[in-house]
């Protein structure tokens, strides 16, 4: 028989769901900004869709509505999953166990324009510059716009 | 003794679509002998003809030439890489020396046996557009007469000449673009091929179904559907939900059949979305979650069990049937991701007896009478515990059945999960399986393991052995008449166990995940033992591994398979 390592006999409790109030609470104090600010461009959504059919629909669907092993990345679904977390949360997530077949075997670049497209077809709307890879820790997924003053 | 021979070497090249299929050498079956329903019935010992094996899907193959004294011996005789666009679980069919192998995204390839040599190789054109990912598993394929049959991730049935590779009809029976697909291949009872389809967790004016088609022409002989309709038999277990909101009740593993009692049995999985306070009722949701026992000859319902009523925690029980005589009762087995082991009478649908593992702690199942209490049902956004996680203890890996032992032996994975339901929209389009927020742990009995094979006596209901690997179980089991018992792992072992004692008698490290069915056969009077490799699946092999023991790296590519056999005497 094999023996199990000692180490996998530590329960992975870091893996329970990181969303914190007081995280949240941290960075709306900093003025960070949200998916309703314009934070990515159309043209990166554009080619994050074509990224997507070829990477991510087999499972999520063309329309993005999930299948029998694969949540919806849209609508209910999708604010239920990660609204209030934010898309520095939403990248790894993605980075580090997409495609199911293949994580992490993508460039970054490409899981940024996914992640666009993602968000375009949430409705958040576009702006003027696109996703980098800084700051998507400091942009809130929040299901509405922040009222303006 | 098969005969090859090289009839032409035609490049398959299509105008205007380079790159679309590579030029392949042509070849074909010589002295192929059809197929009849009494050799399908009682397949020759050799020869592995159905899913598997036998209609009892048992698993188990009557060869011993490789038994627990010499299989330490086994090497690698040869090796094949498979389409890479897309999940692995196949199953080779093996005829007189031939194995017809199902690989992914519906390509279909003949291949000499003993040799490893290529002989035809079906390949349809592809969509530029066509879904990638962990999709486009072909669990298996089916022999009959003179054709092989399969099902398409695109929702055909198809036909191919056994000989050439040639399709020879070609049957859509739904929309793919409303979400249906086949990952489960067919069965031939009677001069019908049988299939059940899948993807049907979406809101549509639709519903899932079993369909028999006739073997000659592929065309649609009956269909039935696998959940009750408003007004009909069993409606009102749907509350007042119209139709299109009557979703899953999916058939992603592929049927059983028993010649006497002239029926078929298919599982079928749970209600979409999972959740009764996100699917809107909490009504039992016939016919899902259970075995249907079907006329192959009509396609009528002749009777059903559902397993778990009213199932709510994705927990399905759409697996394999397992058909054995126990007392001289006709019964079948069947465990669902609760390693919950049901005994039914096959005969009446009748409940026999359950047999809990212990692992799971969402229902106390009463082992006398069935009736099922669930402990912990999700409401929506509330955070529960439950074991094991919505991947399951038990999945695709089927069992298989050893007649030396009486004994089931248990592809698992033991896990469990924080999980928070969430809502969908209660539109056309929408539905689905409903989101979870979900973050998997350890069993706390699996002393840091991922992977349980077990071996469970089915008179007794007592546990005979049982083996745990850091990483899940990964492939379905192979029981043969040598004593020896085969299965593979997430990382990359195959093995062959001492059935009796659960000793390891021979393991192996191949280049990626050992994942499909691994079968047995001869081939010019020679045992051979194949074990497919691979990735993707949208199931434990993917994400739970990744998330628990990440420490452990496997390619994420690598669909193939392997082929070992005792070394020739010298």
């Given at each position: 028989?094999?023996?199990?390592?000692?180490?996998?006999?530590?329960?992975?409790i870091?893996?329970?769901?990181?969303?914190?109030?007081?995280?949240?609470q941290?960075?709306?104090?900093?003025?960070?900004?949200?998916?309703w600010?314009g934070?990515y461009t159309e043209?990166?959504?554009e080619?994050?869709g074509?990224?997507y059919?070829?990477s991510?629909?087999g499972?999520?669907?063309?329309?993005?509505?999930?299948?029998?092993?694969?949540?919806?990345?849209?609508?209910?679904?999708f604010t239920?999953?990660w609204?209030?977390?934010?898309?520095?949360?939403?990248?790894?997530?993605?980075?580090q166990?997409?495609?199911?077949?293949?994580?992490?075997?993508l460039?970054?670049?490409?899981y940024?324009n996914i992640?666009?497209f993602?968000?375009?077809?949430?409705?958040?709307?576009?702006?003027?510059q696109g996703l980098?890879?800084?700051?998507?820790?400091?942009?809130?997924?929040?299901?509405?716009?922040?009222?303006?003053? | 003794?098969?005969?090859?021979?090289?009839?032409?070497a035609s490049?398959?090249?299509?105008?205007?679509s380079?790159?679309?299929?590579?030029p392949?050498?042509?070849?074909?079956v010589?002295?192929?002998?059809?197929?009849?329903?009494?050799t399908l019935?009682?397949?020759?010992?050799?020869d592995?003809?159905?899913?598997?094996?036998?209609?009892?899907?048992?698993?188990?193959?009557?060869l011993?030439?490789?038994?627990?004294?010499?299989?330490?011996?086994?090497?690698?005789?040869?090796?094949?890489?498979?389409?890479e666009s897309?999940?692995q679980?196949?199953?080779?069919?093996v005829y007189?020396?031939?194995?017809?192998?199902?690989n992914?995204?519906?390509?279909?390839?003949?291949?000499?046996?003993a040799?490893?040599?290529l002989?035809?190789?079906?390949?349809?054109?592809?969509?530029?557009?066509a879904?990638?990912?962990g999709?486009g598993a072909?669990?298996?394929?089916a022999?009959?007469?003179?054709k092989?049959?399969?099902?398409?991730?695109?929702?055909?049935?198809?036909?191919?000449?056994?000989?050439t590779?040639?399709?020879?009809?070609?049957?859509?029976?739904?929309?793919?673009?409303?979400?249906?697909?086949?990952?489960?291949?067919?069965?031939v009872?009677r001069?019908?091929?049988?299939?059940?389809?899948?993807?049907?967790?979406?809101?549509?004016?639709?519903?899932?179904?079993?369909?028999g088609?006739?073997?000659?022409?592929?065309?649609?002989?009956?269909?039935?559907?696998?959940?009750?309709?408003?007004?009909?038999?069993g409606?009102?277990?749907?509350?007042?939900?119209?139709?299109?909101?009557?979703?899953?009740?999916?058939m992603?593993m592929?049927?059983?059949?028993?010649?006497?009692?002239?029926?078929?049995?298919w599982?079928?999985?749970?209600?979409k979305?999972?959740?009764r306070?996100?699917?809107?009722?909490?009504?039992?949701?016939?016919y899902t979650?259970?075995?249907?026992?079907?006329?192959p000859?009509?396609?009528e319902?002749?009777w059903?069990?559902?397993?778990l009523?009213?199932?709510?925690n994705?927990?399905?029980?759409?697996?394999?049937?397992?058909?054995i005589?126990?007392?001289?009762?006709?019964?079948?087995?069947?465990?669902g991701?609760l390693?919950?082991l049901?005994?039914l009478?096959?005969e009446?649908?009748?409940?026999?007896?359950?047999?809990?593992?212990?692992?799971?702690?969402?229902?106390?199942?009463?082992?006398?009478t069935g009736e099922?209490?669930?402990?912990?049902?999700?409401?929506i956004?509330v955070?529960?515990?439950?074991?094991p996680?919505?991947?399951g203890?038990k999945s695709?890996?089927?069992?298989?059945?050893?007649?030396?032992?009486?004994a089931?032996?248990i592809p698992?994975?033991?896990?469990?999960?924080i999980?928070?339901f969430?809502p969908t929209?209660?539109?056309?389009?929408?539905g689905?399986?409903g989101?979870?927020r979900?973050?998997?742990?350890r069993?706390?009995?699996?002393?840091?393991?991922?992977?349980?094979?077990?071996?469970?006596?089915?008179?007794t209901?007592?546990t005979?052995?049982?083996?745990r690997?850091?990483?899940?179980?990964n492939?379905?089991?192979?029981?043969t008449?040598?004593?020896?018992?085969?299965?593979?792992d997430?990382?990359?072992y195959v093995?062959?166990?001492?059935?009796?004692t659960?000793d390891?008698?021979?393991?192996?490290?191949?280049a990626t995940?050992?994942?499909?069915?691994?079968?047995?056969?001869?081939?010019?009077?020679k045992?051979?033992m194949?074990?497919?490799?691979?990735?993707?699946?949208?199931?434990?092999a993917?994400?739970i591994?990744?998330?628990?023991?990440?420490e452990?790296r496997?390619?994420?590519?690598?669909?193939s398979?392997?082929?070992?056999?005792?070394?020739?005497?010298r």
């Amino acid at each position: 028989m094999r023996l199990i390592p000692g180490p996998l006999l530590v329960i992975a409790i870091s893996l329970v769901h990181p969303m914190t109030a007081s995280g949240l609470q941290a960075t709306q104090a900093d003025g960070q900004r949200t998916v309703w600010d314009g934070v990515y461009t159309e043209e990166q959504a554009e080619r994050g869709g074509v990224q997507y059919t070829e990477s991510c629909a087999g499972c999520h669907a063309p329309d993005l509505r999930g299948s029998t092993t694969s949540p919806s990345l849209v609508g209910m679904s999708f604010t239920f999953l990660w609204g209030e977390r934010t898309l520095g949360e939403l990248f790894g997530k993605i980075q580090q166990l997409m495609p199911t077949d293949r994580p992490n075997s993508l460039p970054a670049q490409t899981y940024r324009n996914i992640l666009a497209f993602i968000l375009r077809a949430n409705s958040y709307p576009p702006g003027d510059q696109g996703l980098e890879a800084d700051g998507l820790d400091q942009i809130i997924i929040s299901a509405k716009p922040e009222p303006r003053p | 003794m098969i005969v090859r021979s090289l009839v032409c070497a035609s490049l398959a090249v299509l105008v205007g679509s380079p790159g679309l299929v590579a030029p392949s050498l042509r070849a074909q079956v010589t002295d192929f002998r059809p197929v009849t329903e009494e050799t399908l019935r009682n397949p020759a010992p050799g020869d592995w003809l159905n899913f598997r094996r036998t209609d009892d899907a048992w698993g188990y193959s009557p060869l011993d030439e490789i038994d627990r004294d010499n299989v330490g011996q086994l090497q690698l005789v040869w090796s094949w890489a498979m389409d890479e666009s897309g999940a692995q679980e196949a199953t080779p069919l093996v005829y007189d020396g031939i194995m017809y192998l199902p690989n992914p995204q519906d390509v279909i390839q003949a291949l000499d046996a003993a040799t490893g040599d290529l002989i035809w190789e079906y390949r349809p054109e592809r969509d530029p557009d066509a879904r990638r990912g962990g999709i486009g598993a072909q669990k298996n394929i089916a022999i009959y007469d003179d054709k092989i049959f399969g099902t398409t991730h695109q929702a055909h049935i198809i036909a191919l000449d056994a000989r050439t590779g040639e399709v020879v009809w070609d049957t859509q029976t739904a929309d793919p673009s409303l979400g249906y697909q086949y990952s489960a291949g067919p069965i031939v009872a009677r001069g019908t091929v049988i299939a059940g389809i899948t993807g049907c967790e979406r809101y549509k004016e639709d519903i899932c179904f079993l369909t028999g088609l006739d073997a000659r022409t592929g065309e649609e002989k009956w269909r039935t559907s696998s959940i009750a309709l408003p007004g009909g038999p069993g409606g009102d277990t749907w509350g007042d939900l119209p139709l299109e909101f009557r979703a899953g009740s999916d058939m992603w593993m592929t049927g059983s059949y028993d010649p006497d009692a002239n029926l078929v049995y298919w599982g079928t999985a749970q209600a979409k979305p999972w959740a009764r306070s996100v699917r809107g009722t909490d009504g039992d949701a016939l016919y899902t979650n259970s075995t249907l026992a079907v006329n192959p000859d009509t396609g009528e319902l002749v009777w059903y069990y559902q397993h778990l009523p009213g199932e709510t925690n994705d927990m399905d029980d759409g697996f394999e049937n397992i058909l054995i005589d126990v007392g001289g009762r006709p019964s079948l087995f069947k465990m669902g991701k609760l390693a919950i082991l049901w005994q039914l009478d096959r005969e009446t649908g009748a409940f026999i007896h359950a047999t809990d593992l212990g692992y799971q702690n969402i229902v106390d199942v009463d082992p006398e009478t069935g009736e099922v209490t669930y402990l912990r049902t999700p409401e929506i956004g509330v955070e529960m515990t439950m074991c094991p996680s919505t991947s399951g203890f038990k999945s695709w890996r089927a069992m298989s059945f050893s007649p030396e032992t009486n004994a089931l032996y248990i592809p698992m994975t033991l896990n469990c999960e924080i999980a928070t339901f969430g809502p969908t929209e209660r539109v056309i389009g929408g539905g689905g399986t409903g989101p979870v927020r979900r973050a998997d742990y350890r069993h706390p009995d699996a002393e840091g393991a991922l992977g349980e094979f077990h071996a469970l006596d089915i008179t007794t209901g007592e546990t005979l052995w049982r083996h745990r690997t850091p990483t899940p179980i990964n492939t379905a089991a192979l029981t043969t008449a040598g004593g020896v018992v085969f299965v593979g792992d997430f990382d990359r072992y195959v093995y062959a166990f001492d059935e009796a004692t659960g000793d390891i008698l021979w393991q192996t490290r191949l280049a990626t995940s050992a994942q499909g069915f691994p079968v047995t056969y001869l081939a010019n009077g020679k045992q051979y033992m194949a074990v497919p490799a691979g990735t993707g699946g949208g199931s434990w092999a993917g994400l739970i591994p990744r998330e628990l023991i990440p420490e452990i790296r496997r390619p994420d590519h690598g669909n193939s398979i392997y082929v070992f056999a005792l070394p020739d005497p010298r």
